[in-house]
C-alpha cells in the first residue's frame, strides 16, 4: 500500500512559520508538489490514475 502524502518527508519538513510567510500562490505550488510529487505537481486520480480529467 502506497505511503500517505503527508507522511512524506517533504511534508514533514514543512513549519507553519515557513507556510505564514508564503504567499498563496507559493502555498498552492508547495502542497501540490508535495501530495503529488511523482508527477511533479500535476494532480492525478488516486483511483483511475487519469491525470486530463483532474485539471483545474
Known sequence: MAQ???LSS???ELS???IMMMSD???F???RNVRW????GEPV???CGS???HYF
Open 4 to 6: 500517505h502524502f503527508l
Open 10 to 12: 517533504k511534508a514533514r
Open 16 to 18: 507553519m512559520v515557513k
Open 25 to 27: 500562490i507559493e502555498v
Open 29 to 31: 505550488e508547495v502542497f
Open 37 to 40: 510529487n511523482t508527477t511533479n
Open 45 to 47: 486520480c488516486p483511483c
Open 51 to 53: 491525470v486530463k480529467k
